[in-house]
């Protein structure tokens, strides 16, 4: 006799039972009732937040690494006024950078120097808005994909992420490849959610191909999905885009270097076939970028890396799209911790992605504890869980808050302190502005005013190479100058052998038992000064978090001087 299973009779109120050929949408969530209007986020309210959080960022935000001044900011202000510091790797000898990327900034930097004349602090700011825009549409198109597939709580849980993480805050107008990177992150994984394979790699490829080619990677899991979904038109669209910008990249880095050259692939060449010698500018051990990761994202960063962990209880909704989309965030941050030479901008390409993973952790809180017989049940456990949802994203999002005032009011005085260099004209016409050990903290010559001459470089013990002027007798953009190398090994041309050729000097004064150059009052005059955190006698916590009533009396701080030479 055959034995037939037993199974409970379905109740009126039990939502129909879904195929397994059949993607998940936000009409398959157990919350969900047949009157309830939920057509989604529009574009509006993103569009909106992002835009007040991205102008803000683009009005305040530090510089947070040298690169992006010396190998984005100066080539800028050398294609806009024919003045600025140029790196070896913009040498036509090795060629590693784009101007392609370049030009695209160009095309708001050109206009804003002929609408602001000689005040090339706005045009720099114009640039930053520029950025701004990029990513508020970018993170905009991301949060309403995710609105019409899984539904408004995840999509607006991912929406106060982007707005106030400190990861997204800085980095989203951060004039670097791996920031344009993230834009086309955001914009791929958006299109990849409209079902749109095709015009999703296509953004992947130009995220690589204009924005940092290393990036790659992160795109991969996107990009072999939409394949076998969708082979022939994905294939197309991402050949013919990739083709187009390798020979505009190409004929553009002719134009400036003189030669037939391309710095996609000479990058690629010096990185990765040919070994590479990142470690010559510093290394860090494995677990820099989780350490990293958490100050930037603090909770939001350990939920993320939880995702794969919730997947035995949320398949069916994040499982294959959203995993596909998140899952560069495993594979990125396991790839970089290998390398030896690492950087904070390195994971800008994964951070909305991030903010994803965290929003559908925190969005699957219930269903950690649902019945699976009857997923509209409403025990104690899941009525906790739901509590603990606004609970822990309000956590998460004033940790990033207290990260980003820390930040900001800790470190911002380079940036300001060089803004008064407009007041102090009275200098004279061609003095001469001298930085010492501060050399990595010079914000860009767009703060430079026209009567300073030249900003030279004093010797206080550096040994790598440093950045030199652009030198246009030589071929400007497509010289070679035999003082560059690719060793980091310091050239006699970068310092200025004379010191007192200084009029101006700007100089961090920290609580030390050694003497500064502007510490000879009989000497030097100071004309203007602000507060800038003492990273090593802080404590770690205080300096990374914002603390009421605790971050200035548990912090140091030391003074960031700009100094005038007394005329005797």
């Known amino acids: 006799m055959a034995m037939a299973t037993r199974q409970r009779r379905a109740w009126p109120s039990d939502p129909p039972a879904p195929t397994s050929s059949t993607a998940y949408t936000k009409l398959d969530k157990p919350e969900r009732s047949d009157g309830e209007d939920d057509r989604g986020l529009g574009w509006l309210l993103p569009l909106i937040c992002l835009g007040m959080l991205r102008h803000m960022s683009a009005t305040s935000n530090i510089i947070h690494d040298c690169d992006e001044v010396f190998n984005y900011w100066e080539p800028l202000h050398y294609l806009l006024y024919k003045s600025g510091f140029q790196t070896w790797e913009y040498s036509a000898q090795f060629g590693l950078r784009s101007y392609l990327y370049i030009l695209l900034h160009k095309l708001v930097g050109q206009p804003a120097s002929w609408w602001f004349g000689e005040e090339k602090v706005r045009v720099f700011y114009a640039v930053r808005i520029f950025l701004a825009v990029l990513s508020v549409i970018s993170d905009a198109a991301l949060v309403v994909a995710l609105s019409r597939k899984y539904g408004k709580r995840l ?78 038109s994905v294939f197309l669209t991402g050949v013919v885009t990739s083709i187009i910008l390798m020979v505009l990249s190409v004929l553009v880095d002719y134009s400036y270097y003189k030669r037939w050259t391309s710095s996609v692939i000479n990058l690629l060449v010096y990185n990765v076939l040919g070994g590479g010698e990142s470690h010559l500018y510093g290394t860090e051990g494995p677990s820099f970028y989780l350490r990293n990761g958490f100050n930037n994202f603090n909770f939001c960063f350990v939920l993320a890396l939880l995702f794969l962990a919730i997947l035995p209880f949320a398949k069916k909704k994040y499982v294959p799209e959203l995993l596909i989309v998140v899952s560069p965030v495993y594979l990125w941050i396991s790839f970089m911790s290998l390398q030896p030479h690492k950087e904070e901008r390195f994971l800008y390409p994964i951070y909305p992605l991030i903010c994803v993973a965290a929003s559908a952790v925190i969005e699957s809180f219930p269903d950690l504890f649902r019945d699976k017989y009857n997923p509209n049940g409403t025990s104690v456990l899941v009525m906790i869980a739901k509590i603990l949802r606004p609970i822990v994203l309000g956590l998460i999002l004033c940790a990033s808050h207290a990260r980003t005032f820390s930040l900001i009011n800790g470190y911002s005085a380079p940036i300001e302190i060089y803004k008064h ?104 005059e100071i004309v203007a000064a602000l507060p800038y955190l003492d990273r090593e006698l802080s404590p770690p916590m205080y300096r990374s978090f914002f603390i009421p009533y605790q971050w200035q009396h548990k912090n140091v701080f030391g003074q960031y001087r700009l100094l005038r030479r007394i005329q005797k």
Request: proline share 7%.
């Open 155 to 232: 999509a607006s849980y991912t929406l106060a992420m982007l707005c106030l993480a400190s990861g997204c805050f800085f980095a989203s107008t951060s004039f670097l490849p791996s920031s344009f990177s993230m834009y086309a992150m955001s914009l791929s994984s958006a299109l990849f959610l409209f079902d749109k394979p095709a015009m999703a790699v296509s953004v992947a490829a130009t995220g690589v191909i204009l924005g940092w080619p290393f990036s790659v990677l992160a795109f991969l899991p996107l990009t072999i999905y939409s394949l076998v979904k969708s082979f022939k």
């Open 421 to 524: 260099l407009d007041y102090h004209d009275d200098a004279g016409a061609g003095s001469v502005l001298c930085v010492g050990s501060e050399w990595h903290r010079f914000p860009s010559s767009f703060f430079i005013p026209d009567y300073v001459g030249q900003v030279r470089w004093l010797d206080d013990g550096f040994t790598g190479l440093l950045p030199i002027p652009f030198n246009s007798s030589l071929g400007g953009t497509s010289a070679a100058p035999s003082y560059f190398n690719n060793k980091n090994k310091a050239s006699e041309d970068q310092f200025l052998r004379d010191p007192e050729q200084c009029t101006l000097l700007i100089e961090l004064q920290l609580q030390r038992p050694y003497p500064t150059r502007g510490s000879d009052m009989s000497t030097w």
